[in-house]
């Protein structure tokens, strides 16, 4: 998979990287290139423009680290978007705390939705130890229904036997009760496919799903048919409702345009994908491992992300330093503001790791407002350096551009001025009391 837009990428970016300095021309030509390849692996085109657009703004924008090259940031840059576009984190199958997890399969015909059941079966079982039944919800098909219980056989899962007649929402509801009675954790519900999306099919799928409601609803798709894929996903997802896809073939996809984009235009996560035609050959999707394929410049992302990190480092001493000193102007405030907008994001962070969210939350209890933090530093920025360095200067018309600028009122930069004109005063005090009264006061 990516093939193609590996080599093409891998040649925008290596003469990227090599540069000691950069242009804007250069970047714009390089994204030009990029933009170009997207297509051609068929990226839908609205997921190209935003992607471009979006690359431009932080390239241009963002500060100049020193030990690394201007193209190697826009090689982070890029990774970072494309790491964003594949859907940031990986996601996984959910199982309920409660067994048995329904999961169920849908797709059209030939999409692979039978063999990705067997393999998804087998990853369970396996991986996760988990007892697993599975069901054929295939009625039209008696080949269907065989075909599921040939790979039960061959991964040692169960297969629930058919009942001649038994219309598929009864066969969800009986594969409950056995997978209930009998201790399984997870039921794998295989739904019918049809050649193409119809009235009938949907309508089948609806009601599979209101019977067994399940955890997770599946849609299971070609890869190799590139944005079609992405077009069925978003029906699906309208029509029926789905909690990810599972994009099978991508070992015969050389363009990978349906895994760039389905993402994007659907806004499902791809949760695994189908890689051979063996059981074993279903992984889950990383985001960032693919990214990384991709732009195959591991190395170079890796490297920037030290630099950037040795540059917070650095200044954090600088805002030590500056303090010990008694001094504090509006760019320090600034720096201070933008920590916290990084503590408020981790707050959201720890919300979601087990056993973290009572923390996480008294992060946001410490009133880590987002959008007031956004407003302060939407101020700052519509100051200019002197005025940053200097406040004193800001007077009534300084004022009213500042506020303009910023889309604030006059109040809000008075506001703002007496918090830091308070901040610069107690570093003052803090000074005269040199670090041994800071630590008295218990500071660090
Ligand atoms: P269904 O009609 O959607 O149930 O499709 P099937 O599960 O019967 O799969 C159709 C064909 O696709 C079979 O020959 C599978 O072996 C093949 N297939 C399924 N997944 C993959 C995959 O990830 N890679 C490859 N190369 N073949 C696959």
Not at 5 to 19: A, S
Not at 23 to 39: I, P, W, Y
Not at 108 to 129: D, I, P, V, W, Y
Not at 381 to 410: C, N, Y
Request: hydrophobic share 40%; aromatic share 2%; charged share 30%.
């Amino acid at each position: 998979m990516f093939d193609n837009l590996q080599e093409r990428l891998g040649k925008v970016f290596e003469g990227l990287t090599k540069r000691g300095a950069l242009t804007e021309e250069d970047v714009d030509a390089a994204l030009r290139e990029v933009r170009v390849a997207l297509l051609e692996a068929d990226v839908a085109l609205p997921v190209v423009k935003q992607f471009i657009a979006d690359v431009r703004e932080r390239a241009v924008g963002q500060e100049v680290l020193r030990s690394v090259t201007p193209g190697q940031q826009v090689v982070k840059v890029v990774n970072d978007r494309l790491v964003e576009m594949l859907g940031g984190e990986q996601s996984e199958i959910t199982l309920k705390t409660e067994p048995p997890t329904p999961i169920m399969l849908v797709g059209l015909q030939g999409s692979g939705k039978t063999t990705t059941t067997g393999k998804l079966a087998k990853r369970l079982k396996e991986k996760q130890k988990k007892r697993v039944l599975m069901a054929s919800l295939d009625v039209q098909r008696p080949a269907a229904q065989d075909q599921l219980k040939q790979l039960g056989w061959q991964v040692g899962v169960d297969t629930l036997d058919n009942v001649p007649g038994e219309p598929p929402k009864a066969i969800a509801k009986r594969a409950l009760q056995q997978a209930t009675l009998g201790g399984y954790d997870v039921v794998l519900l295989d739904t019918a496919g049809r050649l193409a999306i119809d009235d009938e099919l949907m309508r089948e799928v609806a009601e599979i799903r209101d019977a067994a409601q399940p955890t997770e609803s599946l849609l299971v798709c070609d890869a190799m048919t590139g944005q079609d894929a992405v077009t069925t996903a978003e029906r699906f997802r309208d029509e029926v409702g789905l909690t990810g896809v599972v994009l099978t073939r991508v070992d015969g996809d050389a363009r990978g345009g349906a895994a760039l984009s389905m993402r994007q235009v659907t806004g499902k996560p791809i949760k695994l994908i189908g890689t051979g035609e063996k059981l074993e050959e279903l992984e889950p999707f990383y985001p960032d491992r693919i990214a990384n394929r991709i732009l195959g410049m591991g190395d170079v992302v890796s490297l920037v992300e030290k630099a950037q990190e040795s540059i917070e480092e650095e200044d954090a001493q600088k805002l030590e330093k500056k303090l010990q000193k008694g001094r504090f102007d509006l760019d320090d405030m600034a720096q201070q503001y933008k920590q916290l907008q990084k503590m408020g994001g981790m707050s959201q962070l720890m919300n979601m790791m087990p056993g973290m969210g009572k923390m996480g939350k008294q992060l946001q209890n410490a009133k880590f407002d987002e959008k007031a933090l956004n407003r302060q530093l939407a101020i700052i920025s519509s100051m200019t350096k002197d005025e940053r360095k200097r406040p004193e200067l800001i007077k009534a018309s300084r004022k009213q551009r500042i506020a303009k600028g910023s889309g604030m009122t006059v109040q809000d930069v008075n506001k703002l001025l007496k918090q830091h004109a308070e901040a610069q005063k107690m570093m003052k005090r803090v000074k005269k009391m040199g670090k041994k009264g800071l630590q008295r006061h218990g500071m660090p």
